[in-house]
DNA sequence: AGTTGGATGGTCT
DNA sequence: GACCATCCAACTG
């Protein structure tokens, strides 16, 4: 969730990644501790936010013990309060893109009006963009009920949700077996999936 | 409905 | 100089 002077942001994780530290071929911890991955060097529960292409962010809650490097990725969340806000900020982000298709406010406007609400997020830049993470969010402890970017337990009293794994995405180059170990995961039949994950693949 | 290519900049070889 | 833990518009059929 976010909390700021806008207001409040929430939404439900429905998928994420793992990612297993510097043994992890796939894992930006691969070549040791940088200056971009420091954050996933510290402790648990502290964020580690990553630009990608240039352009995304992409939001990591650090999992292991000090040192081990292990993060998970959010991958997609589904919006539960402060939809508004989330289409008030991807339209900022969109903006602040120099994309020439972008460019025109009323219309990147009317385009982002027309998502439907489980789409807002569907995505890790796009869970980013909809939560207005930013590099100067990495480092900070998610668990900290004081700050404006942070993790609350899910709700009480939900439904059982059933959890479905796949290959992670984005990957293939990592080689054996970190191409194609399943740590993905997600809330089966979530229609805010950055992708499909059927059961079996 | 599925595929393709462009945007964009830090990080590592 | 290449490579990306991505997204989306503009194509094809």
Not at 47 to 70: E, F, I
Not at 84 to 92: G, K
Not at 97 to 116: K, Q, V
Not at 128 to 154: F, I, K, M, N, T
């Amino acid at each position: 969730m976010r909390e700021d002077g806008a207001g409040l942001r929430v939404g439900r994780i429905v998928e994420v990644e793992a990612y297993g530290g510097q043994e992890d071929r796939a894992s930006h911890a691969r070549p040791g501790r940088t200056r971009r991955n420091a954050s996933m060097f510290g402790p648990p529960g502290h964020a580690y936010v990553y630009r990608v292409y240039g352009m995304h962010r992409c939001l990591n809650v650090v999992t292991g013990p000090d040192g081990a490097a292990s993060a998970v990725l959010i991958r997609a969340v589904e919006p539960v309060v402060g939809i508004e806000l989330m289409r008030v900020a991807r339209l900022e982000r969109a903006l602040a893109s120099r994309r020439p298709d972008r460019l025109d406010p009323a219309a990147a406007g009317h385009r982002l009006a027309a998502i439907p609400v489980h789409r807002l997020a569907a995505g890790p830049a796009l869970v980013a963009a909809a939560l207005s993470v930013d590099l100067a969010d990495g480092g900070g402890d998610l668990l900290d009920p004081a700050r404006s970017l942070r993790l609350e337990p899910a709700l009480p009293a939900g439904p059982p949700v059933q959890v479905v794994v796949g290959r992670r995405v984005g990957v293939a180059s990592a080689g054996e077996p970190w191409a194609s170990v399943a740590w993905r995961f997600a809330v089966a039949g979530s229609p805010s999936l950055s992708k499909p994950l059927l059961p079996g693949s």
